[in-house]
């Protein structure tokens, strides 16, 4: 089996660290092999790429959001990157994500928690 090690990941910068003072901003911290860093890396990688589809589509006027398959598939990225991250996650880094309600689908298919939590 392979050693887990600790890695502090920045969201916003999409950077994932061994040692806390080299992001620019911690956001979670995980327990990962370097398998898992790099399949979370990549997921980083694509939901840059996603959200530079998104900043495309914002100059596109009347277009609105919930129509929109570029803001769908950023959703989707974050929700992969959420979920890895809860998967890896130190307990506090669970409870963090938890307390977020990013994860979370009410039974309801068409209302989701995540977003009434933003209401």
Known sequence: METRNTYFIDISSGDVVPHAEEAK????????????????KTLLEKNH???????????IPFREYHKDPENAQYDHSMKEIFEMIFKLGTEETRRNIK?????????????REDIENLK
């Open 49 to 59: 790429d996603d959200e530079m589809s998104t900043f495309t589509r914002a100059h």
């Open 25 to 40: 901003s911690v956001s979670y911290q995980i327990r990962a092999t370097p398998e898992e860093v790099t399949k979370l």
């Open 99 to 111: 307390e977020m309600g990013v994860l979370n689908y009410n039974k309801d298919k068409n209302k």
